[in-house]
């Protein structure tokens, strides 16, 4: 079968053939690609940068946002049956430390962990994947069209899953989680893919939601967080130093950038006891001269967390998959239209190689 791989270190990507995967355990789930999201890390891999093999292979297959069919069951799954669309998780754990015992390979201390189409395991790049059903997460129907999402919206689900938590354990003022978010000032710094998806959730939640940027205002991305109440701010217009003038102070902020000036320029706008949440990763920048006893001088003194969050535990894929379904109820289409380009797999190489300002979510197409 077909499938689309890097050479790790070098950029490029090309087609491979596979042997198609056959059930081998009981627990078993062979599925039939339908779509495979792109983002930043797909890029980085297709330019040559971090990736690794599966041990016995010389190049690994991409992707790691799927979305599938489920083409045959081992007879101890229960869960799903032929028919059925799911996504299968990206990170298998280490098998040996608590987190991953737990079932929580997000949160691996050892390291030992690999990433489907990232790290040591081929990805979903291709046109069938097997893997167990502990891995799966079962997708409605109804959700078909836009259940490439889950995976990065469980990301995001999960950077937001922690911030709640802090705060909700160490605010006096704070009655329940739903108080952490509804009625406050939120920042997203970077509205991509997962920044928007973040929207999306805290918007659903009844924050005010601020979306900084530097795309023009009439660009997909700005008119997609005007359509669920959040306010774009043009980061063109509006200088970092304004942005607590401005809007007020932010209660929290979600970083989804990796740009590190502008990470730490932020602190500026984050209120007492507020939270900064990270997930974007700074690319090869040069390095940085930071503040550092002015950073942490306001940071001792405002009561704020900096916290940074990566990968999504399967609590996460279900969190993004009931919000799939409640996003449509609330906003229509508008989160359909954070997929703006859907490729059909033979044209894969356009789709890695370019992206635009008008892009927000490419999905490459196997279905
Ligand atoms: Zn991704
Ligand atoms: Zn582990």
Redesign the pocket.
């Known amino acids: 079968m077909k499938a689309i791989a890097v050479n790790p270190g070098k950029p490029g990507v090309f087609f491979v053939e596979r042997d198609e995967p056959r059930l081998q355990s009981p627990d078993d789930i062979k599925v039939k690609i339908l779509d495979v999201g792109i983002c930043g890390t797909d890029r980085e891999e297709a330019n040559g940068g971090r990736s690794l093999t599966a041990p016995d292979q010389k190049d690994l297959v991409i992707g790691h946002e799927m979305f599938g069919v489920v083409q045959e069951t081992g007879k101890d799954v229960t869960q799903v049956r032929a028919g059925d669309y799911i996504a299968f998780t990206v990170r298998r754990?280490?098998?040996?430390?608590?987190?991953?015992?737990m079932g929580r390979?997000d949160m691996?201390?050892?390291?030992?962990?690999t990433e489907r189409g990232i790290w040591g395991r081929d990805g979903y790049q291709t046109e069938f994947v097997v893997d167990k059903e502990d891995y799966c997460v079962p997708i409605p129907p109804e959700v078909r069209d836009i259940g490439v999402l889950a995976e990065p919206l469980s990301v995001a689900e999960k950077a937001i899953d922690e911030s709640v938590l802090v705060q909700k354990s160490r605010l006096p003022y704070v009655r329940d989680a739903s108080g952490v978010l509804a009625g406050r000032n939120i920042l997203i710094a970077g509205i991509g893919p997962i920044g928007l998806l973040a929207g999306f959730i805290l918007r659903l939640r009844g924050a005010k939601v601020y979306g900084l940027d530097v795309v023009d205002e009439d660009s997909p991305r700005a008119r997609v967080l005007s359509d669920i109440g959040g306010t774009y701010v043009d980061g063109k217009k509006v200088k970092v130093d304004d942005i607590q003038k401005t809007y007020g102070s932010m209660d929290m902020i979600f970083e989804a950038t990796g740009v590190t000036s502008l990470e730490f320029n932020l602190l500026d706008a984050l209120g007492i006891n507020g939270l900064y949440v990270l997930t974007g990763i700074p690319g090869g920048e040069r390095p940085l001269q930071v503040q550092g006893p002015d950073i942490i001088r306001r940071l001792v003194l405002n009561n704020q967390v900096m916290i940074g969050s990566v990968n999504a535990g399967k609590t996460h894929y279900r969190m993004a998959v009931a919000d799939l379904m409640k996003f449509r109820q609330a906003y229509g289409s508008a989160i359909d239209r954070v997929i703006t380009q859907r490729i059909p797999c033979d044209k894969v190489q356009d789709a890695f190689m370019h992206n635009t300002a008008e892009e927000i979510k490419t999905v490459i197409q196997w279905g």
């Open positions: 754990g280490c098998g040996h430390c608590d987190a991953c015992t390979p691996c201390t050892s390291g030992g962990y």
